[in-house]
């Protein structure tokens, strides 16, 4: 199984402040058939499902602002909200879709310092 | 926009089975590749099983190979995952979810969107 590993576990960033999270697969994510990697960042609120960011690594979701942004290849990947909003207070998880198991890392939970 | 509508809470006792439905109302569940996710309070996502259209059968996460069914009635559009041999450790949010574009047909990687959640409680 591929194992998806974040960091850190918490994040505190004051508002409109630069935030920061790191996701690393135990073996590349990078499909040379499509040149993409299978990576997947969600964004979970309190009482709620997860919701999709950033997919195929840094492709933005529908909707999403262009706050976040999603960058990495291979093996590193890093989610990035460029200016920290009240609303984005949550928990983030990246996923590897490459091969079944589908895994999640731990994720990071970011709060307003 | 494609809503997944799971039944309501649970409550059930250790040994015991639990079995949650997943509805995508106005879409046929001949094609939907429905996959199940839970999430222990406070704690995080963690993928259980599903089908996998590439080979053309339901894929389970090794921990719950021995315990987990999932099936679907397509003549009501309704999906299930069952969970027998409850412990504690079961008490959970049961998520469905799909990673079937609805849109355009084809199966994307990532799982968008989701069920509410469902919760169930293993309590003695």
């Known amino acids: 199984d591929i194992v998806m590993t974040q960091s850190p576990d918490t994040l505190a960033v004051s508002l409109g402040e630069r935030a920061t999270i790191s996701c690393r697969s135990s073996?590349?994510?990078?499909?040379?058939?499509?040149?993409?990697?299978?990576l997947v960042w969600y964004q979970q609120k309190p009482g709620q499902p997860p919701k999709v960011l950033i997919y195929?690594?840094?492709t933005r979701g529908s909707g999403v602002p262009d706050r976040f942004s999603g960058s990495g290849s291979g093996t590193d990947f890093t989610l990035t909200i460029s200016s920290l909003q009240a609303e984005d207070v949550a928990v983030y998880y990246c996923q590897q879709f490459y091969s079944a198991p589908r895994t999640f890392g731990g994720g990071t939970k970011v709060e307003i310092k | 926009q494609v809503q997944l509508v799971q039944s309501g809470a649970e409550v059930k006792k250790p040994g015991a089975s639990a079995k949650v439905s997943c509805k995508v109302p106005?879409?046929?569940?001949?094609?939907?590749?429905m996959h199940w996710v839970r999430q222990v309070p406070g704690k995080g996502l963690e993928w259980m099983g599903g089908f996998d259209p590439e080979h053309g059968k339901t894929i389970f996460a090794q921990k719950f190979q021995d315990r987990l069914t999932v099936t679907a009635d397509t003549s009501i559009d309704t999906a299930y995952m069952e969970l027998s041999s409850l412990t504690f450790d079961d008490t959970a949010v049961y998520y469905c979810?799909?990673?079937?574009?609805?849109?355009?047909?084809?199966?994307?990687?990532?799982?968008?969107?989701w069920g509410q959640g469902t919760l169930l409680t293993v309590s003695s």
């Open positions: 195929w690594a840094s």
């Open positions: 106005g879409y046929s569940l001949t094609e939907v590749s």
């Open positions: 073996q590349s994510i990078f499909h040379s058939s499509n040149n993409k990697n299978f």
């Open positions: 979810t799909t990673n079937y574009d609805f849109l355009t047909g084809y199966y994307l990687g990532w799982f968008d969107p």
